[in-house]
């Protein structure tokens, strides 16, 4: 069993920085993929961010040019660096991992940016 512990959520203005981190129980290079997604109030879970053992990464195009995913295997966590935040990125942001024929997900962390 996986466990994923999401960390560095808060409160910023607009226009603010923000580092999200996500601890894994297990050797993330053993996962096919690890991501971010966030939900908003009233509105479907959505990705926001993915990269693959290999480094190959890919974005939302609402984020591309202000948010970078990155990991680190030695500490077998995922990074979330959120640059230039905005109102409309307020939301839970959650870490994701896959396994095949498992996936699992934090408990999310909340990401609020409000002048």
């Known amino acids: 069993q996986v466990q994923l512990e999401e960390s560095g959520g808060g409160s910023v203005q607009p226009g603010g920085t923000l580092r999200l981190s996500c601890a894994a129980s297990?050797?993330?290079?053993?996962?096919?993929?690890m991501g971010w997604y966030r939900q908003a109030p009233g509105k479907e879970r959505e990705l926001v961010a993915i990269?693959?053992?290999?480094?190959?990464?890919d974005y939302a195009d609402s984020v591309k040019g202000r948010f970078t995913i990155s990991r680190d295997n030695a500490k077998d966590t995922v990074y979330l660096q959120m640059n230039s935040l905005k109102p409309e990125d307020t939301a839970v942001y959650y870490c994701?991992?896959?396994?095949?024929?498992?996936?699992?997900w934090g408990q999310g962390t909340q990401v609020t940016v409000s002048s």
């Open positions: 990269i693959t053992p290999r480094d190959t990464t």
């Open positions: 994701n991992a896959v396994q095949p024929p498992f996936e699992y």
């Open positions: 297990g050797a993330i290079f053993s996962f096919n993929a």
